[in-house]
């Protein structure tokens, strides 16, 4: 027994003294390239952009091999606004990256934003294009959910602006950009104090979206909202280009845009600070309805709109005649001057809207003994396909040809074949420029299904138009039984398909 216990003694003692004089091991590449990048994530936590780079580039040289800490790497020298290296960074992983999921996906809205930065327009085109062949392809499930993305950064003195594009193939949404303008804070002057008081501010948003125009039609807004006040800089007939609204948004950052218009989005009582009563009073047929307070103020915008009698589809044939525009939008604010900032209110609130307040509002407004085109056009603009199907077959028998060809548009877009229906009975009584507004909506429903009508600007275009309404009525004939709503249909592709 001592015998053993003497072995033991011996072999622990030896144990011991050999594991004291063996040498530690020694770090390898690769953890040395994890300690980098622990050191890049801390500085990147404190906005230190350039510092971070310079961790995750030291890093790469020791993993050379790593993927992570190349994004990591990309990620930092855009924010370090190297936007050079960033995107050097950036095609390397692209070129090793699997087509059409959602790491291409993800590499690729990157490179949008980095493309931006270097002004590489024509390379930012093409890559917004290959996002949205993803988006189509339907490999990537985070392209398939994404409403949009950040088409650029924009870096001023103090702010950053980020511009968000919508992804929106076939209109529903009423915003095509959103540009946050964020307060910046230089890294080196940053302490506590600033970094908890100026982390995330936002000062500002812009957008342009979809509005009824002050003197009735559909049409584009350029708007800002900042502090307690909206301002409109600029409407538009048709969708604006990304260059010209880009443009007019640095003009109104460096403060040298003129706003058309402005009103406080919010009156206070500067001696109690509280909200003060609306100047307008509700009238007595719409309080006498007993709405919620929400349903109470669509109806109430509503009913200021009835007012405004405008030939809504007076636009629609201006056209792009830009001179024409703006001496329309000259005398219809000057005969309306508030109408634009009503037909605001109410999209702002049928937007923030729960369904059973829209259809107490709507059930409210159909009770109105008449109501004005420009109303009806308004409404519809805001409601989009949130329309209760009430409010779209009444629209539908407007007197204004916009509204009606609107409300046929919804319906057919929301499943109801009526709507068809009423568009291509709409043809068949249109001249030459009714026709071409027509067949947009006939288009976006079912496809491009037969050729478009002549050309109205063309000499021959009433000789012409005959013909083409036979072949429009034969292609509804054969084809209108043979129709169904495709529920499944994804962006892009037409709402019906044959059975």
């Not at 992804?167 to 002057?189: A, F, Q, Y």
Request: charged share 25%; hydrophobic share 40%; aromatic share 10%.
């Amino acid at each position: 027994m001592m015998y053993i216990q003497s072995f033991l003694f011996v072999f622990l003692a030896a144990a011991c003294l050999r594991a004291f004089c063996e040498e530690p091991p020694k770090p390898t590449a690769k953890d040395d390239a994890a300690a980098l990048v622990k050191e890049g994530r801390a500085f990147f936590a404190k906005a230190h952009y350039a510092e971070a780079l310079r961790s995750f580039e030291k890093a790469l040289l020791k993993d050379p091999a790593g993927k992570e800490i190349r994004t990591m790497a990309a990620v930092s020298a855009y924010w370090a606004q190297q936007p050079q290296r960033a995107l050097e960074y950036w095609n390397y992983l692209y070129d090793v990256t699997p087509r059409g999921g959602n790491e291409e996906w993800n590499l690729q809205m990157n490179r949008v934003m980095t493309l931006s930065a270097l002004g590489k327009w024509e390379a930012v085109d093409l890559a917004i294009l290959r996002l949205r062949e993803i988006r189509e392809g339907g490999k990537s499930k985070a392209a398939r959910d994404a409403t949009g993305f950040v088409r650029e950064n924009y870096f001023g003195k103090g702010m950053r602006a980020g511009f968000w594009e919508s992804l929106d193939e076939r209109g529903e949404s009423p915003t095509l950009w959103k540009i946050n303008v964020m307060r910046e804070v230089d890294p080196s002057k940053r302490n506590k104090e600033s970094l908890k008081e100026t982390a995330n501010e936002k000062v500002a948003t812009l957008a342009v979206e979809t509005v009824a125009l002050p003197g009735g039609g559909p049409g584009f807004s350029l708007s800002e909202e900042a502090g307690d006040v909206r301002r409109i800089y600029k409407y538009w007939t048709s969708r604006p280009n990304y260059a010209e609204v880009r443009k007019l948004v640095i003009a109104v950052l460096h403060g040298e845009a003129q706003a058309l218009s402005e009103k406080p989005i919010r009156l206070v009582d500067k001696g109690t600070n509280e909200p003060t009563a609306p100047v307008a009073q509700v009238p007595l047929e719409i309080l006498a309805l007993g709405l919620s307070p929400q349903a109470e103020a669509i109806a109430f915008n509503a009913w200021k709109l009835n007012a405004v009698s405008a030939d809504v589809s007076r636009l629609s044939r201006i056209g792009g005649d830009a001179a024409a525009f703006e001496n329309y939008m000259r005398e219809f604010n000057t005969r309306f001057p508030t109408a634009a900032a009503t037909a605001n209110e109410l999209a702002e609130a049928v937007t923030k809207a729960k369904p059973e307040v829209l259809f107490d509002a709507c059930d409210a407004i159909l009770k109105f003994p008449a109501r004005s085109a420009y109303l009806e056009f308004s409404l519809l603009t805001a409601l989009n396909t949130r329309t209760p199907e009430g409010i779209l077959l009444a629209f539908s028998k407007s007197s204004d040809a916009v509204v009606r060809q609107t409300s046929a548009d919804i319906m057919g877009r929301i499943g109801n074949k009526v709507g068809l229906e009423l568009l291509f009975s709409e043809l068949d009584k249109a001249d030459a420029r009714g026709c071409e507004v027509i067949k947009v909506f006939v288009d976006e429903l079912v496809g491009h299904a037969f050729d478009d009508p002549p050309n109205s600007q063309a000499a021959d275009a009433n000789e012409k138009l005959k013909d083409w309404k036979l072949i429009a009525a034969q292609w509804h004939d054969e084809n209108m039984p043979l129709l169904k709503y495709d529920v499944n249909s994804q962006p892009g592709e037409p709402y019906w398909i044959k059975k």
